[in-house]
């Protein structure tokens, strides 16, 4: 399916003259996974999917939320938030508000409308896509001015403490800071990027495997407490390490005898996957799409046996886009455990790529994938 964002029609309407309609967009990271967390590098790409919200003043104080996607209307007071989440999808927006206000932002009440295009829980950002449009659209129609960087960061520590999700930096970075063409190499500790033009000759095809386990949640806090742990045993000899960022390949075999089986194969994990994100800057700014390509299968090989995150799905979505013409590169893309693979794919053979891998993938597990053949976007902003 080649993929046409709809210009969020019904959003524009919503609130006839006195609305204002804002989208954040989904993301695809193309290589540097379970690496944001570690302070180390990612490269993901803002997609054409988006959460949109329409938003209007109102002369209270209360908020009024809803979505064209989720049921029930809510209202909340805005000096009366609920300081702990309810497990309802409105936790996302109240938990924006409620940070904001205590960043010192007063903000008016306000009627939101949400309609999103990011299919929820397959690994391509859906909750980033929602909390930073929220965050911009609730800061700009009250006439602050935005520091991306800022919020970003906001919308990390609401994903974290509010919704109780102890994600890393990339995706709200990325739905903030994304740039139409471009992927972009993130530093997760300095927060410094760098936008990589990806060239015409490439598309990105993301091929959604259907199904989402139930560890996913459970198995990616234990990878983080695995890392941390690793830190720990590792800084006891090497005590400039702070996190696996710190650690080099050669570091690593030198005290490999301080980590048991299990922590090392994460730790190479990390260490290795930094080094091919590198790699791959090198390779899409010398046009070398074939040498990008192999970064993305170790990536996967890696993600697979070493850091264990992969499952059957991924792994056949995966082989078959590997047999597969046109195709340079494919790999799991986000947290794991289900969700979506990303190809680079030649241009030209995208749209027969998409159809013969969800032709095979079917065939073999009677799941009709969604494939998307997709245009890299900007990051949140105002729909004009
Ligand atoms: C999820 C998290 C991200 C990142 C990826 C793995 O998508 O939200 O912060 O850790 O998993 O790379």
Redesign the pocket.
Known sequence: MELVSTPFAGLQTRFGASGRVYRAPGRV?LI??????NDGY?LPAAINLACGVAIAARNDRILHIQSANMPGDVHVHLDRLPAVRTGHWSDYVIGIASALEQAGFKLPGASLYIQSEVPLGS?L?SS?ALETSVAYALLDAAGYPIDLRKLALLCQRVENEYVG?R?????PFIACHGKGGHALLLDCRSLDFRLLRVPPQARLVICNTMVKHELASSQ?NLRRAECEEAVRLLATKLPCVRSLRDVSKRDLEDQRSLLTATLYKRACHVVEENDRVLGAESALKAGNLTGFGELMAQSHLSLKDNYEVSCRELDLMVEIANRTRGVYGARMT??GFGGCTVNLVRAETAADFAHQVGEAYYGATGRHPDVYICEIAEGVGPVS
């Not at 540097?32 to 967390?37: F, M």
């Open positions: 990271n540097g996974e379970h690496t944001d967390y990612v690994g950002s980033a999700a994600c890393g930096i990339m995706d990616y986000g947290g």
